[in-house]
């Protein structure tokens, strides 16, 4: 919603925006853009009546602004339907979707797009640092989205990326999530197979063939939710892809590897990024950009330039010779990946892995004991309290304590802490040089980043060599 605004603003337009918080990376984004925003809801917010309300899915009936809008039959729409009118329609539009690995591999898809001449107006759930931005309209033919499966507003409950009009389509891989809007897998397939029905016979799937999921829809079709586009398939552990990955090695400093297209090699390459994960998400990205004509030493240099995304392994600073990492792992895959990145990217290093259940799935059950193996790479694993917890039936909550019981067991020291404040209190004295902190929420986790930094900073009782 705040790269929207940005868009529409940068179209000439004059927007401003309600939310009950705003934080990082998008409330800075939103200062620096000079986009008014309200920080509660209420219907003085839409004085004068704007052109049109776009409603965002986190909002729902009996919020003040949506009953405004109702009572007083203003125009609205979703965000998805805005994007698809004022940006995509006329357009080739590529999609990049999945469960994980979506943001960078859209980020690094556009870096290399950019760097190909195509000049892509874009989309993306964070701030591509190649870019200092999460959006660009662009002035060439081409729009990039990061095609996100969440419900799309109170008043349409399908997947966003229904709406974004596919002609390429990145399925990097497929999981259970959401499950405050999706039962069970079955569910969560259904929407994927939606998306891949819509791409036109002479569009084209990129698909993530390490995934079971996505090898299942696309090679066992549901009738009418067939696929009907040339298919490509990458991997990095499976011989059967057309594009695959070999020869890697993982330096420090970056990750180098070679690809093959149909069992000969296509060309060598270095990324900055780390894990092997996200070797992956460049295979996804190299194969996109080969259907798209740019040339392979475009995309070379593209890679080797990356600067990835906030919020994803992002150093937020380094006192004393501890490093403080964000990230927006909020998922048992996505937690174990990024900590085997940061295994990968600080060898031998003590990692501290704090983590905030904050999503639906997060604070739900259903993943109960995938944490343990998680978590495997760090040494220490700190759970703060779930995120609103009364909002989920306690039958239904993920216990912190059985987490803690399986990683005990696994021979971790694990902890749970209220919030960022006993956190920071209590593990920065036992912090040492060399320790990597790996933060992991999807929200703001009460600005805890910074708060470390500066108990790092004041050097109360923790053992730095000078």
Not at 20 to 38: N, Q
Not at 63 to 83: F, G, Q, W
Not at 195 to 219: C, F, Q, T
Not at 430 to 448: C, H, K, Q, R, T
């Amino acid at each position: 919603m705040a790269s929207l605004a940005g868009m529409l603003k940068a179209k000439g337009h004059r927007v401003t925006g309600s939310d009950k918080a705003f934080y990082p990376p998008m409330s800075h984004e939103l200062i620096r853009l000079e986009i008014e925003t309200y920080d509660r809801f209420s219907s003085d917010n839409l004085h004068p009546a704007p052109d049109l309300v776009v409603i965002g899915n986190a909002t729902s009936r009996g919020n003040v602004e949506i009953e405004y809008t109702l009572d007083r039959k203003l125009r609205y729409a979703s965000m998805p339907e805005v994007l698809r009118e004022f940006f995509i329609r006329g357009r080739h539009s590529t999609i990049v979707a999945g469960t994980h690995g979506k943001t960078t591999t859209t980020s690094l898809l556009a870096w290399i797009m950019e760097t190909g001449g195509l000049d892509p107006g874009f989309l993306i759930g964070g701030v591509a640092e190649n870019f200092g931005a999460s959006f660009r309209i662009g002035a060439a033919k081409h729009f990039l989205i990061e095609g996100d499966e969440y419900d799309t507003a109170f008043f349409d409950k399908g997947p966003k990326f229904l709406h974004y009009l596919p002609d390429l389509v990145v399925l990097n891989n497929i999981e259970y999530d959401h499950a405050d809007i999706y039962d069970d897998l079955e569910a969560v397939k259904k929407s994927f197979r939606l998306l891949l029905n819509l791409i036109p016979s002479g569009g084209k799937l990129i698909a993530g063939w390490d995934s079971p999921v996505v090898r299942e829809i696309v090679s066992n079709p549901i009738a009418p939710q067939g696929v009907w586009c040339p298919v490509e398939t990458f991997a990095t552990d499976r011989a059967d892809a057309r594009w695959t990955a070999r020869a890697i090695e993982y330096a420090p400093e970056e990750t180098r590897f070679s690809v093959d297209c149909e069992g000969r090699e296509w060309g060598r390459f270095r990324t900055p990024l780390a894990g092997r994960f996200n070797v992956r998400n460049c295979l996804g990205a190299i194969a996109a950009a080969e259907a798209l004509g740019i040339d392979r030493r475009a995309v070379a240099e593209a890679l080797a330039t990356f600067k990835s995304v906030k919020r994803r392994m992002q150093v937020r600073g380094e006192v004393g010779g501890v490093t403080v990492i964000d990230d927006f792992a909020h998922h048992p895959t996505a937690v174990r990946e990024t900590l085997g990145a940061v295994a990968q990217r600080y060898p031998g290093r003590r990692i501290i892995a704090v983590y905030e259940p904050r999503t639906w799935t997060a604070r739900k059950k259903v993943f109960q004991h995938e944490y343990g193996a998680a978590f495997e790479p760090a040494s220490i694993v700190i759970l703060a309290g779930l995120f609103e917890a009364s909002r989920i039936a306690a039958s239904d909550q993920l216990s912190i304590a059985e987490v803690i019981e399986d990683l005990t067991r696994l021979g971790k020291r694990a902890e749970t802490m209220k919030d960022a404040d006993e956190i920071v209190e209590k593990i920065a004295p036992e912090l040492a040089p060399g320790d990597v902190v790996a933060v992991m929420s999807n929200g703001g986790f009460g600005g805890i980043h910074e708060k470390l930094l500066d108990a790092l900073r004041s050097g109360r009782e923790i053992p730095f060599v000078p």
